[in-house]
Nanobody, 123 residues
Framework: VQLQASGGGLVQAGGSLRLSCAAS????????IGWFRQAPGKEHEFVAV????????NYADSVKGRFTISRDNAKNTVYLQMNNLKPEDTAVYYC?????????????????WGQGTLVTVSS
């Protein structure tokens, strides 16, 4: 499966952005989709994950209550709605796919990655 992340940009603290992860090439509904982020000089950090049907989600503590992950399998797209953004949310955001029911939070468990989209939050 090929993944294309989009929707990043520059926003002031307290603002909102919606990221999209569009997939092609395989049956999208067979894949768990996760969002990760990488700040300069840091490793990939788990942000959120959604199961194949969208019935279950999981979030990092740092974004819980501010970010919402959702998916539209008819459109082969997963979304990450980010509200009340903080400067510490600044990073390149990546979506990743895993062919499994298991919804992991570690990057090593994912098989396919998009190219990333930059989110910059100014204070």
């Amino acid at each position: 499966v090929q993944l294309q992340a989009s929707g990043g940009g520059l926003v002031q603290a307290g603002g909102s952005l919606r990221l999209s992860c569009a997939a092609s090439g395989r049956t999208f509904s067979n894949y768990v989709i996760g969002w990760f982020r990488q700040a300069p000089g840091k490793e990939h950090e788990f942000v959120a994950v959604i199961t194949r049907s969208g019935a279950s989600t999981n979030y990092a503590d740092s974004v819980k209550g501010r970010f919402t992950i959702s998916r539209d399998n008819a459109k082969n797209t997963v979304y990450l709605q980010m509200n009340n953004l903080k400067p510490e949310d600044t990073a390149v955001y990546y979506c990743a796919a895993r062919y499994s029911e298991f919804a992991p939070t570690t990057p090593a468990h994912y098989d396919y990655w998009g190219q990333g989209t930059l989110v910059t939050v100014s204070s």
